[in-house]
């Protein structure tokens, strides 16, 4: 049915879906969904649908993607309309202060495109930005400062993203986020708690004032919150397109607030001028009967997640019982070898070369393989020669906190999108603008610019140049159609999620729920990290057994899902760890 919708014209279409059910609901009924309840019944059970499905962080968003793809929205319409209501009810992740890696295949051409809006370092910025004294200066200094805020790209990104794909007008993808902010929106128990322990974001005026009452508490769970300032915001922007934020009034107001933190910074307004989104080649590996393709650096995600399955094609994994120790060792140590390339290969490749097609040769991959003992670890790996790469830099061990978002859509033509966004750490730089929060992202790069050799680190601060990331949003191919929309908020550990997943589905035969429920287990090249609270606790005597140093703790993934069936009916998970809801019809 979806080939011979994708063949009709947008309005049949749009008149053929309207009357479709959307995961047991009427698509012209979510309007009446209340996404707080909707979340708490969906976390856990699969969702299906027969044409279309989005699945996002937050009900809301999911809601306002879908109503999209109902009125015959391509994915890139849903996705536009999906990340501008997620700035207003989950603040804390991502918004149009901050940036985005996105991966899109177009039905209409077969092409699958990738565009990277991830922040720039202002022309103004040093090698020695987040250093005193010769040292790195403690994090949390650095990333609650106007130094932190990099230039933001998501607006940009979405804006190539619809120009190429998209098929409803720009401004009114805007309208559910817009009417949200005016009339209000329920506290969400996440957004609460995240609040109630934010030490810093009360600091900020402007940000106290919107996120906090009169008495300095955080609003309540339940409390409607409402946002003029970004409906206004929005309103301008769906008006006039991204120029009306990087250029006039916003853009004044952004560079000023920067300039006032009591730590400024140096956001120009010809950083904002002058930033552009980039469409760049995907990076792309065939894993089993599929192809994985994912964002190129300077996201270091796709690349690393290709480098973790085609090392484990070389191993038992997928005879591997999914929670058994065997598993995790294998799956930890693969990671281990990835996370070394990534920390000394990857970076802006504007400004560095990256040697992707080294990094995924398959003898190299081999090779690497062979290093993983089946009953003992490898302890730390250390980076490889791949083939054609330039001389070993110095090793980079950048922070990235686990606070972003993640957008899985695939419409009724087969169009798809997946998208991760991110102002970086919990609610950014802590600075609030005109109802949105800035970014801290330019934390992402290396504090030092060489390493104790004296070899520079390839994610070293320059001028204009864009820091390394971890988002890993993927597309799995086969017979020239996705079969999988997949992608995960959560720091550098998102390789090791995203990648968890991909073996949950295509070594293990799990649905996209139950891959995405798996009990996370992973190395980023330190301690193997098994997740608190859940049956992968039970592994650490046997890993311990085998070398490895165990670290037990929360792991707070955001995984968002869609996979289609042999019979072409959607599949979509949500992961239960946050309030995400996967909606279809």
């Avoid at 929005?234 to 006039?240: S, V, Y």
């Avoid at 930033?275 to 650096?297: D, F, K, N, S």
């Avoid at 005109?434 to 004296?454: H, K, M, P, V």
Wanted: charged share 20%; net charge neutral; hydrophobic share 45%.
């Amino acid at each position: 049915m979806h080939r011979f919708l994708r063949r009709m014209g947008g309005r049949l279409a749009a008149l053929l879906i309207g009357g479709l059910f959307c995961a047991g609901v009427p698509a012209a009924d979510h309007q009446h969904l209340n996404p707080e309840a909707a979340s708490g019944r969906a976390a856990h059970q699969v969702a299906y649908a027969d044409h279309y499905m989005a699945s996002t962080a937050n009900p809301w968003a999911t809601r306002a993607a879908a109503d999209v793809l109902a009125r015959g929205g391509a994915a890139a319409d849903a996705a536009v309309a999906a990340q501008m209501v997620l700035n207003l009810v989950e603040p804390q992740s991502s918004g149009i202060g901050g940036g985005a890696f996105i991966v899109a295949f177009d039905a209409r051409d077969g092409r699958i495109r990738s565009y990277d809006g991830r922040e720039t370092a202002p022309v103004g910025a040093q090698a020695t930005r987040f250093m005193r004294d010769g040292q790195a200066m403690d994090f949390r200094e650095a990333v609650n400062s106007g130094r932190s805020v990099g230039v933001p790209g998501v607006l940009r990104a979405l804006w190539l993203l619809h120009q190429a794909e998209g098929r409803l007008p720009w401004a009114d993808l805007f309208q559910p986020a817009i009417r949200l902010a005016r009339e209000g929106f329920p506290v969400s128990p996440r957004l609460h708690a995240l609040l109630a322990g934010d030490r810093d974001l009360p600091r900020q005026p402007a940000a106290a004032r919107y996120f906090y009452d009169p008495q300095g508490r955080p609003w309540p769970v339940g409390h409607v919150l409402r946002n003029p300032a970004l409906a206004d915001t929005l309103d301008r922007i769906a008006r006039e397109g991204p120029d009306a934020f990087y250029e006039g009034p916003i853009a004044r107001d952004m560079v000023e607030a920067v300039a006032a933190h009591a730590v400024p910074g140096d956001l120009s307004l010809e950083d904002l001028r002058g930033y552009r989104a980039i469409q760049r080649e995907p990076v792309c590996m065939p894993y089993r009967a599929y192809r994985l393709c994912g964002a190129p650096p300077p996201s270091a995600g796709p690349l690393a997640v290709l480098q973790i399955l085609g090392i484990l094609a070389h191993t038992p994994i997928a005879q591997a019982a999914p929670e058994s120790p065997q598993a995790a060792h294998l799956f930890s140590e693969a990671g281990r070898l990835a996370f070394a390339d990534r920390d000394a290969y990857v970076a802006d490749p504007d400004f560095v070369q990256v040697p992707v097609a080294g990094m995924l040769d398959p003898a190299y991959l081999a090779a690497r393989a062979a290093l993983i003992r089946p009953d003992r670890s490898m302890g730390r790996a250390e980076a490889g020669d791949p083939p054609a790469g330039p001389a070993r830099p110095g090793a980079d061990r950048s922070h990235e906190p686990p606070s972003t978002t993640h957008v899985s859509i695939i419409d009724a033509w087969g169009g798809a999108v997946s998208m991760t966004s991110s102002v970086e750490g919990a609610f950014g730089s802590k600075i609030f603008v005109r109802g949105f929060l800035l970014n801290n992202q330019l934390t992402d790069f290396s504090f030092l610019a060489e390493d104790a050799q004296g070899r520079p680190i390839a994610n070293r601060v320059e001028a204009g140049k864009r820091p390394r990331s971890s988002m890993a949003p993927m597309l799995v191919m086969r017979d020239g159609e996705p079969v999988l929309v997949i992608g995960s908020p959560g720091g550098s550990a998102i390789i090791n999620y995203v990648a968890h997943t991909l073996v949950g589905v295509f070594d293990w035969g799990l649905d996209i729920q139950q891959a995405i429920d798996l009990p996370h287990v992973g190395s980023r090249n330190r301690a193997t990290e098994l997740e608190a609270g859940t049956p992968a606790e039970a592994l650490a005597g046997p890993l311990r057994a085998m070398g490895h140093e165990i670290r037990v703790g929360d792991f707070p993934s955001g995984l968002q899902g869609i996979l289609r069936l042999p019979d072409g009916r959607l599949q979509g998970g949500a992961d239960p760890r946050r309030e995400g809801l996967a909606l279809g019809g």
